[in-house]
T-cell receptor
């Protein structure tokens, strides 16, 4: 099973709302990632968690707050977003650096976010 | 700063043709290179991963090559089918764990029946 599950599939929120995106994997992966993808553009890395610790933050605005409660779950908390934050948000997971196997990233289907 | 370029941006071919997608990158200090496909509005599906020490990888009708010194990779698709229609993305990884992926803009492939 190489499945990464993201919920919800679609989300519409106002600029004053607080919402969360969720991501789950049961492949025993120890690295998890958040990407943002605008229309007709490639994904851009936002955050990387390695062994449940935040290892990479690509200078993402503080209105995006990641959380990794355990090795299977990854959340992205959203607050006071702007219309330009509307995008497809992708979660991915991989074995991680210390696994000794290929660090292939497996992606979820994404959450399409619209900020009004 | 690593830059990844994919040529062509779009490609339309008749069913059954063999085709080649190209990817180039500016910094040869990569950890690995991955090819993905993305269907409209969907997530990414990993097709092939080539470690920096490898020259090529094969999976079914797909073959990917890597020439790290010249900063180039190609994805060869044999006997194309309409189901191959998608956007193909090349990504190079950097950093000690190869966690940071830098993507190209993609090649949008249409295979006509």
């Amino acid at each position: 099973d190489t499945e990464v599950t993201q919920t919800p599939k679609h989300l519409v929120m106002g600029m004053t709302n607080k919402k969360s995106l969720k991501c789950e994997q049961h492949m025993g992966h120890r690295a998890m990632y958040w990407y943002k993808q605008k229309a007709k553009k490639p994904p851009e890395l936002m955050f990387v968690y390695s062994y449940e610790k935040l290892s990479i933050n690509e200078s993402v605005p503080s209105r995006f707050s990641p959380e990794c409660p355990n090795s299977s779950l990854l959340n992205l908390h959203l607050h006071a977003l702007q219309p330009e934050d509307s995008a497809l948000y992708l979660c991915a997971s991989s074995h991680g650096y210390y696994s000794g196997v290929k660090n292939i990233q497996y992606f979820g289907a994404g959450t399409r976010l619209s900020v009004l | 700063k690593q830059e990844v370029t994919q040529i062509p941006a779009a490609l339309s071919v008749p069913e059954g043709e063999n085709l080649v997608l190209n990817c180039s990158f500016t910094d040869s200090a990569i950890y690995n290179l991955q090819w993905f496909r993305q269907d409209p509005g969907k997530g990414l599906t990993s097709l092939l991963l080539i470690q920096s020490s490898q020259r090529e990888q094969t999976s079914g009708r797909l073959n990917a090559s890597l020439d790290k010194s010249s900063g180039r990779s190609t994805l060869y698709i044999a006997a194309s089918q309409p189901g191959d229609s998608a956007t193909y993305l090349c990504a190079v990884s950097r950093g000690a764990s190869g966690s940071r992926l830098t993507f190209g803009e993609g090649t949008q492939l249409t295979v006509n029946p």
